[in-house]
């Protein structure tokens, strides 16, 4: 939300799959959707909230994610090199200055890449515990109950929990 004047950006409200408007004239979901709303601290046909809840997941899940990728992907290269010097290194042949230029890329790749990976790992948590995910599975709910199938569904949005839906 924009803290200026309270309103969602615009690229918020693009997010949303159906609008509040249109869940409400469904036959009992509105009833439905308070209830699943209520035990997620969220109203399911209030468009502002919903759509503020789904562009953070959404930016979450990408931030987590590509940290994830980035800190693997520099993970291995570090790895390799770090095993290589071990490997090959003898040490009562090698100067500490030349120890020093060998060793600081591999060094950095792998803190940079433990670092990326810790992030991840903490968004991971912030995503589980920081209600988000529960969020999203009861807007999946609402939207199930909608009768909406989900083969319309954007990949970010698929339910992640393991249970089937529509």
């Known amino acids: 939300m924009n803290s200026a004047d309270g309103t969602v950006p615009a690229e918020a409200l693009d997010l949303l799959q159906v609008r509040g408007a249109q869940l409400a004239t469904v036959p009992g979901l509105a009833e439905r959707a308070r209830t699943i709303g209520a035990e997620r601290g969220i109203d399911y046909l209030a468009d502002a909230q919903v759509a503020a809840m789904l562009h953070r997941h959404r930016r979450l899940l990408g931030r987590m994610n590509s940290s994830g990728a980035w800190g693997g992907l520099l993970l291995v290269p570090g790895a390799v090199g770090a095993w290589f010097l071990i490997d090959t290194a003898d040490r009562s042949a090698s100067e500490p200055a030349v ?68």
């Open 99 to 166: 120890d020093a230029i060998l060793w600081t890329p591999v060094v950095l790749l792998l803190a940079l890449s433990v670092y990326l990976l810790a992030r991840a790992f903490r968004l991971r948590r912030v995503w589980l515990r920081g209600g988000t995910r529960d969020q999203v599975n009861g807007y999946l709910q609402v939207l199930s109950a909608a009768g909406l199938p989900h083969h319309g569904l954007p990949g970010w949005l698929k339910p992640v929990t393991g249970k089937r839906w529509r």
